[in-house]
């Protein structure tokens, strides 16, 4: 079993290397981290080999372009990028190192409940909306902006006194024009996020709503509980079956990496990185064992290529990928 310590650090190197090549860090500040100690060395070794390996999606170096442009104007550097995915021959986008422990279990009986191929129901009455797999950017009347990620739906109402969207289903990161007299406010399961101008992230996963702030301070006010502020590069989920939890350190690098057309994992278990993966295909993937639930990964992912995702899982891990009409088997 791997040392909580020893993840920990690799979990640091992988966000140093995410925003060093997207501009938000700078190298001098890089190597003092990995000068640290063997430990913050070996890790930061591990994670370039995995960048190497993974190379860089359409999605990825677009995402890169509009983050020079916005902190510090145009950036040559970037804009000579090639405009192809570098993606390896052999499509191994899982880091090699992913941790395989217990063995493989006979399939299990499932029961397959909706598959959402066409996205949320609530696509059919919002504003704005997205199918499983397509992310999408919206420019609203006060010039803030919204990308909508997968299978997401939201509407928009905006009032002299306020602006408010509802998110119906699904996750969106907001880039909020500053208005003092009109609050942006984002509603989700009873719950109201609101903000100025700012920058963050809410996603509805059905049982809980998540908050991320990368940017500016937000307010939340959810299930009775006095309103909590939270921060740049702090987190927060409510819930109707969980109370609020206190204020947590998110990773903003990994957390929005789908903004960036990728999915970043570090040591988790299979049967999650699955359920995310899920969230980007036509149908399911399900994990058929209580084994091969529990096999960490460790890994970048490329949303631009979903069937590479499942082909990366079943070179790398001891799975076998079964497809049927609107469910995937990792057995």
Do not use: C
């Amino acid at each position: 079993m791997s040392d909580p310590k020893d993840s920990a650090v690799d979990e640091e190197a992988l966000d140093w290397l995410v925003r060093l090549q997207f501009g938000t860090a700078n190298r001098a500040d890089f190597a003092a981290w990995r000068a640290r100690s063997p430990a913050h060395e070996r890790a930061a070794r591990a994670a370039e080999t995995l960048w190497r390996e993974i190379g860089r999606t359409d999605t990825a170096v677009a995402f890169a372009q509009r983050e020079a442009a916005r902190r510090t104007g145009p950036d040559p550097r970037v804009a000579r990028l090639p405009s192809g995915a570098t993606r390896p021959a052999s499509g191994r986008t899982v880091a090699r190192r992913a941790v395989m422990t217990g063995a493989v279990a006979a399939s299990a009986a499932l029961v397959v409940g909706g598959s959402g191929v066409f996205g949320p129901l609530a696509a059919l009455t919002a504003d704005y909306a997205t199918r499983p797999g397509e992310r999408r950017t919206v420019s609203l009347p006060d010039e803030s902006t919204v990308l909508l990620n997968t299978a997401t739906a939201l509407s928009v109402t905006f009032t002299p006194e306020e602006r408010r969207i509802s998110l119906e289903a699904g996750e969106a990161f907001f880039e909020v024009a500053k208005d003092p007299d009109r609050p942006f406010i984002v509603t989700a399961r009873g719950g109201e996020t609101r903000a100025v101008g700012t920058a963050f992230a809410v996603r509805d996963n059905g049982d809980l709503v998540r908050v991320m702030v990368t940017e500016g301070i937000v307010e939340v006010t959810a299930l009775s509980v006095a309103p909590v502020s939270l921060g740049a590069g702090q987190g927060i989920d409510y819930g109707p079956k969980a109370t609020m939890t206190a204020p947590y350190h998110v990773n903003e690098a990994v957390a929005t990496a789908w903004r960036r057309g990728k999915l970043i994992f570090n040591q988790r278990p299979l049967v999650e990185v699955a359920a995310e993966m899920s969230r980007y295909s036509a149908g399911r993937i399900v994990v058929t064992s209580e084994e091969l639930k529990r096999l960490p990964v460790t890994g970048v992912f490329e949303l631009d290529d979903p069937d590479g995702m499942l082909r990366a899982i079943e070179q790398i891990l001891p799975v076998k990928v079964v497809r049927l009409p609107l469910l995937t088997l990792l057995r």
